[in-house]
Nanobody, 116 residues
Framework: QVHLVESGGGLVDPGGSLRLSCAAS????????MGWYRQAPEKQRELVAT???????NYADSVKGRFTISRDNAKSTVYLQMNSLKPEDTAVYYC??????????WGQGTQVTVSS
């Protein structure tokens, strides 16, 4: 069983920055890739960014150039550095982990609110 704990959400002014963290714990798993998704009120959950075990990254067009995903394999942790935040980035951000055994785990979500 894998447990994901997210942190770093909060309220920020437009143009500001936040850094999200997601730490994975458990045993008997190997990580294929991790990523961040978000869900705004009355909208479907959407991909924000993913990173593979080989450090290949993928971003939604809406965040390219503003967000950066990275990972610390030793700590089984993935980060999302979010710069130049916009009100439309407001959402609950979820961490996702996929193992090489094709099992998927989700975090509980962390709220990001961009507003003045």
């Amino acid at each position: 069983q894998v447990h994901l704990v997210e942190s770093g959400g909060g309220l920020v002014d437009p143009g500001g920055s936040l850094r999200l963290s997601c730490a994975a714990s458990g045993s008997g798993f190997s990580i294929s890739h991790m990523g961040w998704y978000r869900q705004a009120p009355e909208k479907q959950r959407e991909l924000v960014a993913t990173i593979t075990s080989g450090d290949s990254t993928n971003y939604a067009d809406s965040v390219k150039g503003r967000f950066t995903i990275s990972r610390d394999n030793a700590k089984s942790t993935v980060y999302l550095q979010m710069n130049s935040l916009k009100p439309e980035d407001t959402a609950v951000y979820y961490c996702k982990l996929r193992t090489f055994e094709y099992t998927t785990y989700w975090g509980q979500g962390t709220q990001v609110t961009v507003s003045s």
